[in-house]
């Protein structure tokens, strides 16, 4: 079984600072990992994925995520937040092994709070 | 549509009725997911199609779910004698392909708003 956690309910930065939102997953195979963004009563939107190669991939909005296979994680990031990147960010994964086609399995979520 | 559409956006029901929700995928897209996602969680894996069959219905949380894509495109989800506990938002999103080497996102729709009193 494939599973996501995501360790924080909710991060909270100023405007201007860094931001790192935490993600570690467990599969029985390779993952393929995801980003989405939810903004209040929207559907969930695709930020960015790892696939394969370069550990650090880049995606929409300037956001980031660095692939650690040792220590399993997907962290989430961005050199500086502005507030309109305040929403609900899941991180989602994929079983290469797992014959459910795209099936993505989600963590719970964070909040992100970005102050002016 | 240029992007996956779902209707109801809001539905509030009372505990016992029959429920329908619907969902058009984008055009070519030959898999359809259907995920729930209740209050502060993230989504949960419903039902997965390709094309006109259901694929994987694992995520099904009992017998009063019932999700059905005749023609391979619009999928409705249906639940039987609702609960309370039924209340929550209904996601569905479609993806050109499934499994194979395609490892591409999956694109949602905004979701269905379901309301059990």
């Known amino acids: 079984a494939q599973s996501v956690a995501q360790p924080e309910d909710q991060v909270n930065v100023a405007e201007g600072n860094p931001l790192t939102v935490k993600c570690t997953y467990s599969v029985s195979g390779n993952p393929y990992l995801f980003w989405y963004v939810q903004y209040p009563n929207r559907g969930l939107q695709f930020l960015l994925k790892?696939?394969?190669?370069?550990?650090l991939v880049k995606g929409s909005y300037g956001f980031e995520a660095e692939f650690n296979k040792s220590q399993t994680s997907f962290h989430l990031k961005k050199p500086s937040a502005l507030v309109s990147d305040s929403a609900l960010y899941f991180c989602a994964v994929r079983d290469m092994n797992n014959n459910a086609g795209n099936m993505l399995t989600f963590g719970g979520g964070t909040r992100l709070m970005v102050k002016p | 549509g240029a992007g996956v559409s779902q209707t109801p956006s809001n539905k509030v029901t009372e505990k016992g009725k029959y429920v329908e929700l619907r969902c058009d995928p984008i055009?070519?897209?030959?898999?359809l997911y259907w995920y729930r996602q209740s209050l502060g969680q993230g989504p949960e894996f419903l039902i997965y199609f390709q094309g006109t069959g259901a694929a994987d219905d694992s995520g099904l949380p009992n017998d009063r779910f019932f999700a059905v894509r005749p023609e391979g495109s619009v999928s409705t989800l249906k639940i039987q004698r609702t609960e309370r506990g039924d209340s929550a938002v209904y996601l569905c999103?479609?993806?050109?392909?499934?499994?194979?080497?395609?490892?591409?996102?999956?694109?949602f729709g905004e979701g269905s708003r379901l309301t059990v009193l």
């Open positions: 790892y696939i394969t190669g370069d550990n």
């Open positions: 999103a479609s993806s050109p392909s499934a499994g194979g080497l395609d490892t591409g996102e999956l694109f």
């Open positions: 055009s070519g897209h030959t898999a």
